[in-house]
């Protein structure tokens, strides 16, 4: 939302074990009122409630959940998180390292360490194949994602 859509969350996306979602993000998708959790689903509810406001990025925000419904609607519920977690790491890998090369952004992947008991992968790179990654950044060039993500 931030970088892609230039919607400000005001959240501190940093390299976490799932990817770059903040922690304190948790507390605004558990709030009962505007979303329902379902498996690796979250529902928007009382969609005229949570939009209705007088804020300048409704608007864009409307949009970019629209967007990013459609990316990911095409998915299984599974494939969707591992896809929603792919994308998320590349663009902040790319917003680290201010590349898109692709040997760059797999050296960053292998130092971005996953401290998960139930996860078998070590790193990024481990989790994610090359072929995959290289896809993911064809994408994210394909959207024009890039030229937000490398400040020039």
Sequence with gaps: MDKVYDVPTYFNYN???LGPYPPTIKKVINNKQ??????NHIEVLNEKTLFNSTNPYTGKMQS????????????TVKE??????L????????EDIQST??????????????KLK???????AEKFNEPETKKCLAFIKEKGWDKKLIKI
């Design 34 to 39: 505007y979303f329902k959790k379902s498996g």
């Design 15 to 17: 390299r976490w074990h």
């Design 87 to 94: 994308l998320a790491t590349v663009c902040k890998v790319i």
């Design 118 to 124: 139930r996860e078998k992968n070590k790193t990024k």
């Design 80 to 85: 969707r998180s591992h896809k929603t977690e």
């Design 101 to 114: 090369d692709l040997k760059a952004v797999r050296q960053s992947m292998a130092e971005w360490k996953i």
């Design 64 to 75: 970019a959940v629209n967007d990013l419904t459609d990316i990911f609607s095409k998915y």
